[in-house]
């Protein structure tokens, strides 16, 4: 690996906290905007330029550069390195950018590691126990295989064999039995990768690689790895495709983020070792394709290699929140739904019915908890319906209870839990089992205040109503309790009869700020079941697009393997077309899901794997009004022996306003609906196409009517082609009343303004405000704690390509007001600005004094200028800009 590392600096003092008073809670949002690390820049070289030469002409300019990565690879030939020992930071950056031999330049940033909700993990101990399983034997049952036919391409003996999958995440534990055993190398299921940055790494320190991708400390990478190839194990699933092989390349540490470099660097690596899929779980919003993992990730596929990546867990943040490098052109960014079952382990233990052998169940431990011990059921009612068990006294020819477990039903509305466990302690009672009243997962119960119960646990309301039959049956249950610690876990699942197959609401919203259709697909991501380090318990169910990614990228290898093709448009346009499409989540509408939450839709991989007709285009964005696409064309192509009649239809999906009436920052989920849809003309409404024919059709969109466009509502729907050979194919589609250029207010002169740094309320000031504060030492002006430093407070409502916050002169007679646009220079930037392809955030940034170019500014009155280009703006056309200045403040060093 072509490395080279330098000690980083610490981050910048943007978005160090969040003031309560803010009009939008950051908490809220799952996948923040990543951090920049000051003066570290990532540079890509000219045809026939190199490393050596770029610092050889760093030198010889007198601008010193430490050096992190060397990224010299066949698809990125460049570097990435931090400025040092320079009285000009940002001076030297431009001169740098403007370099002969550079073709770009961009800021090194963090990716934090994705926020996925981990749902449950195994005991560590207890995950060494032999596992049991309620599953029966035979063809895979696996909820998330059958949501996407993974199953039926797996019946048909599909497995991904001979198929390599380059995933870029945090390592993998592949001591793990089903991922290898402790096996790494040829000949393994992990059989290449490499450590790009060590346990230690955070993102903002030196990584320290190593040709190893084993980790013990995350579990995100090995839960990732399991979802695509876990063997066959205790828990009787396996991942989607476990016949191939698996490369991991590790760029987090056990904390922290990855810096775009390593990933860049990671990306590259996967490429070049012969990845034939590239997946990653990692994001950060952006909604900009120019980002340079995400221009990478585009040139992979451009070269031939599908690369999925998740498309976040901002769904909080409703429209426009896509993620990088999910949103480069041409990358499957892979949306989420809901998992039909819900997957939960418990204790296992076992109960015999009469003579009968014995059989596992599991239970959830409550307080106190329950110990080795072998008891007889009783139940308090032969009915499983009834309401208020144990709710009053037991009569009088209740038996004495001490030498029994007592079977009630789960009942809260009737009367406590520790009221029916007083009423049965009346009766001598010391161990209770309580089974739920819904379907759903067993919960620890608490009654430890009633002294006489020396046990409690809770089981499934299957298993209770099991229970009751046979007690009505006449048969004597005897119940074998282990205690929770040493039980083996068993794996159980719940029908989810409420979300199940709907949309994930953690899953990120697209399109992108220049209205790219994003997401692509969808893929099972909530409540998934997968492999975990053997540390952290080895099993683990986690939520997020992290689980739905990998999924996509092993359903990707099982329809290469059957095409007999890994060409990634047409495995693109093959999951695109015969995608299922998911209605709207929210309400009792029938109306499909929008294209900016769901993509083409959940994926189907066995209708991928056999579908007879293609179709040329995957998606189709008619952009906004400014940029309205008048009429799109695209082909269909029949491959099938016999002759296909094709009819042409629209489906429409729900409507949605990005803004609500009043206000400057986009809506959250879910956004406001519309009852307004587009509607769509085809050059032909039904053709008929011979074996190996193919035909072009016309279609022309009329975008809806009546609508605010000053709250930018996004429209989609879907193209559906319907062919007398039963294939029911559709295109999504979408596109957005409103001008993206005018309609949204980049900046809100309101939320723009000063603020005291060490005040958590971050507290408007007032004009001329005295900020005293220590004379700045550290170059990347980090700020010192508890000191009152000014703080430029920014909103940024919508996404812009270029962020800048300049400090600009007063002299003494003069005053600035908020809004007022002074035409003095500027003396520089303060640190981390300017800001490249940022998404919609706030910016709260304490001004220590330094410059960004690393000069001091003198003591002196000061505001704030902030400029920030418009979305489809002209970089070097000051009109693109909307600018604000606040008001003055005046700084004096101590």
Same mark, same amino acid.
């Given at each position: 690996?072509?490395?080279?590392?330098?000690?980083?600096?610490?981050?910048?003092?943007?978005?160090?906290?969040?003031?309560?008073?803010?009009?939008?809670?950051?908490?809220?949002?799952?996948?923040?905007?990543?951090?920049?690390?000051?003066?570290?820049?990532?540079?890509?070289?000219?045809?026939?330029?190199?490393?050596?030469?770029?610092?050889?002409?760093?030198?010889?300019?007198?601008?010193?550069?430490?050096?992190?990565?060397?990224?010299?690879?066949?698809?990125?030939?460049?570097?990435?390195?931090?400025?040092?020992?320079?009285?000009?930071?940002?001076?030297?950056?431009?001169?740098?950018?403007?370099?002969?031999?550079?073709?770009?330049?961009?800021?090194?940033?963090?990716?934090?590691?994705?926020?996925?909700?981990?749902?449950?993990?195994?005991?560590?101990?207890?995950?060494?126990?032999?596992?049991?399983?309620?599953?029966?034997?035979?063809?895979?049952?696996?909820?998330?295989?059958?949501?996407?036919?993974?199953?039926?391409?797996?019946?048909?003996?599909?497995?991904?064999?001979?198929?390599?999958?380059?995933?870029?995440?945090?390592?993998?534990?592949?001591?793990?039995?089903?991922?290898?055993?402790?096996?790494?190398?040829?000949?393994?299921?992990?059989?290449?990768?490499?450590?790009?940055?060590?346990?230690?790494?955070?993102?903002?320190?030196?990584?320290?690689?190593?040709?190893?991708?084993?980790?013990?400390?995350?579990?995100?990478?090995?839960?990732?790895?399991?979802?695509?190839?876990?063997?066959?194990?205790?828990?009787?699933?396996?991942?989607?495709?476990?016949?191939?092989?698996?490369?991991?390349?590790?760029?987090?540490?056990?904390?922290?983020?990855?810096?775009?470099?390593?990933?860049?660097?990671?990306?590259?690596?996967?490429?070049?070792?012969?990845?034939?899929?590239?997946?990653?779980?990692?994001?950060?919003?952006?909604?900009?394709?120019?980002?340079?993992?995400?221009?990478?990730?585009?040139?992979?596929?451009?070269?031939?290699?599908?690369?999925?990546?998740?498309?976040?867990?901002?769904?909080?943040?409703?429209?426009?929140?896509?993620?990088?490098?999910?949103?480069?052109?041409?990358?499957?960014?892979?949306?989420?739904?809901?998992?039909?079952?819900?997957?939960?382990?418990?204790?296992?233990?076992?109960?015999?019915?009469?003579?009968?052998?014995?059989?596992?169940?599991?239970?959830?431990?409550?307080?106190?908890?329950?110990?080795?011990?072998?008891?007889?059921?009783?139940?308090?009612?032969?009915?499983?319906?009834?309401?208020?068990?144990?709710?009053?006294?037991?009569?009088?020819?209740?038996?004495?209870?001490?030498?029994?477990?007592?079977?009630?039903?789960?009942?809260?509305?009737?009367?406590?839990?520790?009221?029916?466990?007083?009423?049965?302690?009346?009766?001598?009672?010391?161990?209770?089992?309580?089974?739920?009243?819904?379907?759903?997962?067993?919960?620890?119960?608490?009654?430890?205040?009633?002294?006489?119960?020396?046990?409690?646990?809770?089981?499934?309301?299957?298993?209770?109503?099991?229970?009751?039959?046979?007690?009505?049956?006449?048969?004597?249950?005897?119940?074998?309790?282990?205690?929770?610690?040493?039980?083996?876990?068993?794996?159980?699942?719940?029908?989810?009869?409420?979300?199940?197959?709907?949309?994930?609401?953690?899953?990120?919203?697209?399109?992108?700020?220049?209205?790219?259709?994003?997401?692509?697909?969808?893929?099972?991501?909530?409540?998934?079941?997968?492999?975990?380090?053997?540390?952290?318990?080895?099993?683990?169910?986690?939520?997020?697009?992290?689980?739905?990614?990998?999924?996509?990228?092993?359903?990707?290898?099982?329809?290469?393997?059957?095409?007999?093709?890994?060409?990634?448009?047409?495995?693109?346009?093959?999951?695109?077309?015969?995608?299922?499409?998911?209605?709207?989540?929210?309400?009792?509408?029938?109306?499909?899901?929008?294209?900016?939450?769901?993509?083409?839709?959940?994926?189907?991989?066995?209708?991928?794997?056999?579908?007879?007709?293609?179709?040329?285009?995957?998606?189709?964005?008619?952009?906004?009004?400014?940029?309205?696409?008048?009429?799109?064309?695209?082909?269909?192509?029949?491959?099938?022996?016999?002759?296909?009649?094709?009819?042409?239809?629209?489906?429409?999906?729900?409507?949605?306003?990005?803004?609500?009436?009043?206000?400057?920052?986009?809506?959250?989920?879910?956004?406001?609906?519309?009852?307004?849809?587009?509607?769509?003309?085809?050059?032909?409404?039904?053709?008929?196409?011979?074996?190996?024919? %193919?035909?072009? &059709? +016309? #279609?022309?969109? $009329?975008?809806?009517?009546? !609508?605010?466009?000053?709250? /930018?509502? @996004?429209? %989609?729907?879907? &193209? +559906? #082609?319907?062919? $007398?050979?039963?294939?029911? !194919?559709?295109?999504?589609? /979408?596109? @957005?009343?409103?001008?993206?250029? +005018?309609?949204?207010?980049?900046?809100?002169?309101?939320?723009?303004?000063?603020?005291?740094?060490?005040?958590?309320?971050?507290?408007?000031?007032?004009?001329?405000?005295?900020?005293?504060?220590?004379?700045?030492?550290?170059?990347?002006?980090?700020?010192?704690?508890?000191?009152?430093?000014?703080?430029?407070?920014?909103?940024?409502?919508?996404?812009?390509?270029?962020?800048?916050?300049?400090?600009?002169?007063?002299?003494?007679?003069?005053?600035?007001?908020?809004?007022?646009?002074?035409?003095?220079?500027?003396?520089?930037?303060?640190?981390?600005?300017?800001?490249?392809?940022?998404?919609?955030?706030?910016?709260?940034?304490?001004?220590?004094?330094?410059?960004?170019?690393?000069?001091?500014?003198?003591?002196?009155?000061?505001?704030?200028?902030?400029?920030?280009?418009?979305?489809?703006?002209?970089?070097?056309?000051?009109?693109?800009?909307?600018?604000?200045?606040?008001?003055?403040?005046?700084?004096?060093?101590?």
């Amino acid at each position: 690996m072509k490395l080279q590392c330098a000690l980083l600096p610490l981050l910048g003092g943007a978005l160090a906290q969040v003031a309560p008073h803010l009009s939008h809670d950051l908490d809220s949002i799952a996948d923040a905007e990543p951090s920049v690390v000051p003066g570290a820049y990532i540079v890509e070289f000219e045809d026939n330029e190199d490393v050596g030469s770029f610092y050889g002409d760093l030198r010889s300019q007198n601008m010193e550069a430490e050096p992190r990565l060397d990224l010299s690879y066949s698809l990125f030939k460049g570097c990435s390195f931090q400025l040092k020992n320079t009285s000009d930071v940002e001076v030297a950056a431009q001169r740098i950018s403007e370099m002969p031999k550079i073709r770009k330049m961009w800021p090194v940033r963090i990716r934090e590691i994705p926020k996925d909700e981990l749902v449950w993990a195994g005991n560590a101990e207890a995950a060494r126990v032999s596992l049991r399983k309620r599953q029966e034997p035979g063809n895979d049952t696996f909820s998330p295989h059958v949501m996407t036919q993974v199953d039926k391409l797996r019946a048909e003996g599909f497995t991904g064999a001979g198929i390599r999958i380059g995933v870029v995440d945090s390592g993998v534990d592949y001591s793990h039995p089903a991922l290898g055993g402790g096996c790494f190398g040829e000949g393994c299921l992990i059989s290449y990768g490499t450590d790009l940055v060590g346990d230690e790494y955070n993102g903002g320190n030196v990584p320290v690689p190593d040709p190893d991708p084993h980790e013990r400390c995350g579990g995100h990478g090995t839960h990732v790895a399991g979802i695509i190839a876990a063997q066959e194990n205790e828990l009787g699933f396996t991942g989607a495709a476990p016949g191939v092989t698996l490369g991991m390349y590790r760029v987090f540490g056990c904390n922290g983020g990855a810096s775009d470099d390593i990933l860049i660097a990671a990306f590259n690596q996967a490429f070049e070792d012969g990845s034939d899929i590239i997946t990653a779980s990692i994001g950060s919003a952006s909604g900009w394709s120019e980002n340079p993992w995400a221009v990478l990730a585009q040139r992979i596929v451009e070269a031939g290699v599908p690369v999925t990546i998740a498309a976040g867990n901002g769904g909080s943040a409703g429209l426009f929140y896509s993620s990088t490098a999910a949103d480069g052109k041409k990358v499957t960014a892979v949306a989420s739904v809901e998992n039909t079952e819900t997957p939960f382990v418990l204790s296992g233990a076992t109960f015999r019915a009469g003579n009968g052998s014995a059989e596992s169940f599991g239970w959830q431990d409550g307080f106190p908890q329950y110990g080795n011990v072998s008891l007889p059921l009783w139940a308090v009612s032969n009915s499983t319906e009834v309401e208020g068990d144990a709710c009053n006294a037991l009569p009088d020819g209740t038996p004495d209870l001490a030498d029994y477990m007592v079977l009630i039903r789960e009942t809260w509305t009737w009367c406590s839990l520790v009221e029916q466990a007083e009423n049965l302690a009346a009766k001598g009672a010391r161990y209770i089992m309580v089974y739920r009243s819904i379907p759903d997962a067993p919960i620890p119960v608490n009654v430890q205040f009633v002294p006489e119960i020396v046990s409690i646990g809770m089981v499934t309301s299957e298993q209770g109503a099991e229970w009751v039959t046979l007690l009505n049956e006449g048969k004597r249950v005897t119940v074998d309790m282990v205690e929770s610690s040493q039980a083996p876990a068993f794996l159980d699942f719940i029908p989810n009869t409420e979300s199940g197959g709907l949309l994930s609401e953690f899953t990120s919203w697209g399109p992108t700020w220049e209205v790219d259709v994003k997401p692509q697909v969808a893929a099972p991501g909530g409540n998934i079941l997968s492999t975990y380090p053997l540390d952290l318990g080895g099993y683990a169910v986690e939520s997020g697009t992290s689980m739905s990614c990998p999924l996509a990228a092993a359903a990707y290898a099982l329809v290469a393997e059957a095409r007999g093709t890994l060409d990634p448009s047409t495995l693109e346009r093959w999951f695109s077309s015969t995608a299922s499409r998911k209605v709207w989540a929210e309400g009792s509408s029938d109306r499909l899901a929008p294209v900016a939450q769901q993509g083409a839709g959940l994926i189907q991989a066995y209708d991928a794997a056999y579908a007879t007709t293609i179709l040329s285009a995957a998606s189709i964005s008619f952009n906004d009004t400014d940029n309205f696409v008048p009429s799109a064309n695209f082909t269909i192509e029949n491959l099938g022996s016999e002759e296909v009649t094709y009819e042409l239809g629209h489906l429409e999906a729900v409507t949605m306003y990005t803004f609500k009436q009043g206000e400057l920052y986009p809506a959250s989920y879910p956004n406001p609906m519309a009852e307004a849809y587009a509607t769509l003309e085809f050059s032909e409404s039904k053709v008929t196409i011979p074996a190996g024919g %193919s035909k072009e &059709i +016309t #279609v022309i969109p $009329t975008p809806p009517s009546g !609508l605010d466009e000053k709250l /930018l509502p @996004v429209y %989609s729907g879907y &193209i +559906t #082609v319907n062919g $007398t050979s039963g294939e029911s !194919l559709s295109i999504p589609y /979408l596109g @957005v009343v409103g001008s993206m250029y +005018t309609a949204p207010s980049v900046l809100d002169p309101d939320w723009v303004f000063v603020s005291n740094w060490s005040d958590f309320n971050l507290p408007k000031m007032v004009e001329n405000t005295v900020f005293t504060i220590p004379y700045p030492t550290d170059p990347t002006g980090q700020p010192q704690i508890n000191a009152s430093y000014p703080a430029s407070v920014i909103q940024l409502n919508v996404g812009t390509a270029l962020l800048r916050c300049d400090l600009v002169p007063h002299n003494n007679s003069g005053n600035a007001t908020a809004g007022d646009v002074s035409r003095v220079a500027p003396i520089g930037s303060i640190t981390t600005f300017p800001i490249e392809y940022t998404s919609r955030r706030y910016f709260i940034t304490a001004f220590t004094g330094m410059l960004a170019d690393g000069t001091v500014a003198p003591e002196g009155r000061y505001s704030f200028r902030v400029r920030a280009l418009k979305i489809f703006g002209d970089i070097a056309k000051d009109e693109d800009y909307e600018t604000v200045e606040t008001v003055a403040f005046e700084i004096v060093y101590a």
